[in-house]
């Protein structure tokens, strides 16, 4: 047929912006080393991350709770002012 190559002479070009299906649903999991999840660095009741090593720049787990979940909302990744990476949050 006129036109036509085989696929050993063709040169395809991979696509590289993986992209997901609408309605496909994630699970996403921050984990945080036990020795920076303490309370013994603030008087305020729960539990809190630490980020430095003289438990400076303290969050609440609750507070990173919500700094992920924003980000996702916003978008994760390359080309997110194009709509790509971002996450709508689903309530069970």
């Known amino acids: 047929m006129e036109g036509e190559i085989?696929?050993?002479?063709?040169?395809?070009?991979?696509?590289?912006?993986?992209?997901?299906?609408?309605?496909?649903?994630?699970?996403?999991?921050?984990?945080?080393?036990?020795?920076?999840?303490?309370?013994?660095?603030?008087?305020?009741s729960g539990n809190h991350v630490y980020v430095g090593k003289n438990c400076e720049e303290a969050c609440t787990t609750n507070d990173l709770s919500n700094i992920v979940m924003q980000a996702l909302r916003e978008g994760v990744g390359a080309k997110t002012a194009l709509g790509y990476g971002a996450f709508r949050i689903e309530q069970k």
């Open 6 to 44: 085989s696929e050993v002479e063709s040169s395809p070009i991979p696509l590289t912006m993986l992209t997901v299906s609408t309605g496909v649903a994630f699970r996403v999991i921050v984990l945080v080393a036990r020795n920076r999840l303490t309370t013994r660095c603030s008087k305020a």
